[in-house]
């Protein structure tokens, strides 16, 4: 991939020479830093943050980030350190280097979990969002080369990618890569079933193809028939690790599948959206119950569009996607289509000036500071990755509460689930639900489109039975963490007293341990025992045991460790 490329890109978004300028001095180091290394595949080493360099320009990434990713392997592939970037190129490259480092290390291991490293990974995400939008888009040229690596690397990174790294995508809204992702590791997780998919629909496929082809103009003339004003049509077959996924939901029929594919038009405004609907209805019939209306209730990762499945000509079914050219932008780019820069803010933790990140819709992306809080509360590290791989990467469903407000929740999710998301005070007295109006049990599994209201009642409290059929990471965590305090609080009653021991995670920094010794001095509480764990320099773990007189105490000692400046983590477990 030749230089000269990125540049013509970022020529095109008319950005300032002086970007261009830095950008080819971040090229020249990097070619010079990787200069004689070769890939696996024999290419020249350049080639590959080159191309995850273009790619970002592609999507309209910021100049630094496009640096960074020319620069996101001269640290760990070639010789010079975060100093050196730093020095030439400013400590916000140095930081997003570093950052992408960092995941670089991360080693994802199915079974065995190296889930502790992924808390890093959304450590990462907390800290600023564009080091894991490098990762993904370096991710996908490393999937692209995964013929040249040995077969037990290839299924290992691909496993990883598909079930880390694609769903990650997803759910930052960018579906376009997540599918590319997800394809690129079908054949190396599940080389039986891919081959089979192939076999069994390569001929399908080039039949849908055609038959897209064939009915388009016939639409294309009713829109200029009705003075619909839309800026492009064109046909998607639908990819196949996603058709796989759907297949197995429906007994690996073909026939029960009716979105493989799709025609979709580009709009100039959400009225032309719903006039157009109405539009096609009038020349194809729609089938009942399968109308989507993804504007007025977006997914989860922020996607809108109109679907309908129509029966077109020959009776055959195909969907109609309707959406605007920004909400086309957002479902092929997702987070990165909502880049915006606030202005400079001045960090006096790292004594530096960083851009601050906005996004066009905050609370589309809320999720994100949600992982960041509820891995605080997470000790055990494989739950931590199950709880990420229900609560966030799992199918979702959208249900409505009594005043219309959507609930996002995972596919499955109960009554129970629904009031732990409301507010931890409606699950722990939940005592019934209704859903559309009608008394269900509460493990009654919720659809989308239902609505849901919790019956409560003051001084109840969650029962173990729970447990057993909850879906959400987050309802489980709070049905045990309120089981957990009554039996934590018997405990105190009857030794008068518990030793417990405190795991603190926080960045490094002068005056740490004495701003935490200081809280249990406070407290007048004290500490029996002491150890720091400096495998990781830049967090390192504190253990820090003493003995408390109740449960009140435990908690109020845990609230004002979680307020000490830099401390990310703060878990607990009694000795006794």
Known sequence: MAFGKLIDILKKQNRPAADLEFVEKAYHFAAQAHQGQKRKSGDPFIVHPLSTATRLAEMQLDTKTVAAALLHDTCEDGDCNRSHIKNLFGEEIAFLVEGVTKLDKIRYKGSERSAESLRKMFLA???????????????????????YLPPEKQKRIARETLEIYAPLAYRLGMSKLSSKLEDLSFPYVYPDEHDWLIRTTKEKYQTWGKYLERIKPVLVEELLKEEIKFLNVDSRIKHYYSLY???????????????????????????????????IHKLWPPVPGQIKDYIALPKPNGYRSLHTTVFGPQNNLVEIQLRTKEMHEEAEHGIAAHWAYSEYKKDS???????????A????????????????????????????????????IFVLTPKGDVVDLPEGSTPIDFAYHIHTDVGTTATGAKVNGK??????????????????????KPSSDWLKFVKSGEARRKIMSTIRKVQDEK???KHGGEKAEFKITARDRVGLIRDLTDIFA??????????????????PLINIKATLKNRRELEKLMLKLKEVKEVKEVGFKLLS
């Open 349 to 359: 933790n790292k004594n530096r000036d960083r851009r601050g990140v906005s996004f």
């Open 361 to 396: 819709d905050q609370k589309q992306f809320s999720w994100i500071n949600q992982i960041k809080e509820w891995q605080k509360d997470i000790e055990n590290p494989d739950e931590f990755l199950e709880s990420l791989k229900i609560d966030f990467f799992k199918d979702r």
């Open 491 to 493: 405990l105190f009653q």
């Open 245 to 279: 996924r759907k297949l197995l939901k429906h007994d690996m029929d073909l026939a029960k599948i009716t979105d493989i594919a799709a025609l979709r038009i580009i709009l100039t405004s959400v009225e032309d959206c719903y006039a157009a609907l109405g539009i």
């Open 439 to 460: 008394m269900v049990p509460l493990d009654h599994k919720l659809e989308v489109g239902d609505l849901v209201e919790i019956l409560v009642q003051k001084g109840r």
């Open 522 to 539: 406070r407290q007048k509480i004290s500490i029996q025992g002491m150890l720091t764990d400096e495998k990781n320099k830049n967090y």
């Open 125 to 147: 995400i907390g800290e600023d969002i564009r080091i894991v939008l490098l990762k993904l888009v370096d991710r996908l040229h490393n999937m692209e080369t995964l013929q």
